[in-house]
C-alpha cells in the first residue's frame, strides 16, 4: 500500500464485528439469480440486492455500525456528513434510531427524491455548491461547531459496515470467481476487497465515464483530488477516498468505466429481467459485465446492487431513450 496511507483501515475482523453489530437494524438482503438475465449477459450472475436495504441503499450499513460503534464508544452528540443522497438518508436514520439528528450537506443539484428521503428520516439538509471542495468546506464548518463527522466513504467503520453486504454474498454463494461493485468515493468496493479475502474471489469495479477519477488515479499512479462530474449516476460524482484509493491500488483486480448509455441500457435490461427499478449507480455493474464478455463470459459473478433511489418518472425519462 501506498505509505501516505492512513493506518486505520479495518480488516476482516471488523467486518465481522460491523455485520454482528448491525444485525438488528439492517437487512439482510435477498441474492437474487435469474436465468433470463444470466443468458443475456453470458454467466451465472447472482445479485446482491441492496435496493432492498432500509433507506434504499448498501450506505444503511455503513452508517449504521458508524453510529453504534459511536455509541459503544460513549461518543454523545449531533452527527455530520456529505452526500449526494443515499449516505444522507442511511445516516439520518441510524442517528435517529440512536436518539442523534444528522446535519446532511448536499449539493444544490441533488436528485429531489434523494433530498425528501434525508428530511423524511429526521436529516437536515444544508445545500452547498457541486462541487466535493464545497462539499468538504461546508461539512468543516458543521464539525468546527461541534458535530460528529462521519464520512460517507474514507473512514474505517463505513468502510467494515459496507463490507457486510460482501460477507453475506460470500456465505450465501461461497464458490463466487469475482464479484463488482460500483465505485463513487469507494466504501464499497473497500469493504469488499477485504471481504474476499476469505474467499479467493477476485474483486472488480466500475465507475461512470464522466466521473472516472478513480481511474485517472490509477493510470497516473497517485490519487487524483479535483475532478467536475458529469454523470447520471448521482450517486458516484464522488472524488475516490485515501484509505479507499489504497484499498483499490493493492486489492481490486481492475477498474472499468461506463457510459450514461450503457447505464440507461443495463436499467432496462434490469427491468426487463427481474422486474426491478434499480438507480442509474447500481446498473453500472450490470453495464461493464455486458460490455466485458471476455472477463465475465462463463464465469461465477457476485454483483452488489447498491440502490433503487430514483423518481419513477426519472427512470420512465432515462429508459425510454433506449428502450
Known amino acids: ?32 439469480s435469474d436465468p433470463g438475465l444470466n443468458g443475456k449477459l453470458a454467466c451465472k450472475l447472482f445479485c446482491k440486492c441492496e435496493n432492498l436495504q432500509r433507506t ?44 442523534r439528528q444528522a446535519h446532511v450537506v448536499m449539493p444544490e443539484n441533488s436528485v429531489p427524491m434523494k433530498i425528501e428521503a434525508v428530511r423524511r428520516n429526521g436529516g437536515i439538509v444544508h445545500f452547498c455548491a457541486a462541487t466535493s471542495e464545497a462539499r468538504e468546506e461546508m461539512l468543516g464548518k458543521l ?29 450465501e454463494v461461497p464458490s463466487l470467481d469475482m464479484v463488482i461493485t460500483p465505485l463513487g468515493g ?9 471481504a474476499a479475502r476469505t474467499c479467493g474471489a477476485r474483486v472488480f469495479a466500475v465507475e461512470p465515464e464522466g466521473a472516472a477519477d478513480t481511474v485517472a488515479s490509477l493510470q497516473q499512479g497517485y490519487r487524483v483530488n479535483t475532478w467536475k462530474p458529469d454523470t447520471i449516476a448521482d450517486g458516484l460524482r464522488a472524488i475516490v477516498g485515501v484509505r479507499n484509493f489504497a484499498l483499490i491500488q493493492a486489492e481490486v483486480t481492475k477498474v472499468f468505466t461506463v457510459s450514461d448509455v450503457d447505464i440507461r441500457r ?19 455493474v450490470i453495464a461493464a459485465i455486458s460490455n466485458h464478455p471476455e472477463v465475465f463470459s462463463g464465469k461465477k459473478v457476485g454483483a452488489i446492487i447498491s440502490g433503487g433511489n430514483l423518481d419513477p418518472g426519472t427512470w420512465s425519462t432515462m429508459v425510454s431513450e433506449v428502450a
Do not use: C
Not at 483501515?9 to 438482503?29: E, K, Y
Not at 453504534?68 to 455530520?80: F, M, S, T, Y
Not at 469507494?186 to 477485504?194: D, K, R, Y
Open 143 to 171: 464539525v468546527a461547531d461541534g458535530k460528529i463527522p462521519v464520512h460517507p466513504y474514507d473512514f474505517a467503520d463505513i468502510i467494515a459496515g459496507q463490507g457486510t453486504a460482501a460477507i453475506e454474498l460470500f456465505q
Open 186 to 194: 469507494g466504501g464499497l468496493v473497500s469493504g469488499t476487497a477485504i
Open 1 to 32: 500500500m501506498n505509505p501516505d496511507t492512513p493506518p486505520d483501515i479495518p480488516d476482516l475482523a471488523d467486518i465481522h464485528l460491523a455485520r454482528a453489530r448491525i444485525d438488528d437494524w439492517a437487512r439482510i438482503t435477498p441474492v437474487l
Open 266 to 284: 443495463a436499467m432496462l435490461l434490469f427491468w426487463q429481467e427481474l422486474r426491478m427499478a434499480i438507480e442509474p449507480s447500481s446498473a453500472t
Open 56 to 99: 434504499g441503499s448498501f450506505k444503511f450499513r455503513g452508517a449504521s455500525n458508524a453510529v453504534i460503534k459511536l455509541r459503544e464508544d460513549g461518543i454523545e452528540g449531533d452527527v455530520a456528513t456529505h452526500s449526494s443522497g443515499n449516505h444522507g438518508a442511511a445516516l439520518a436514520l441510524a442517528a435517529t434510531l440512536d436518539g
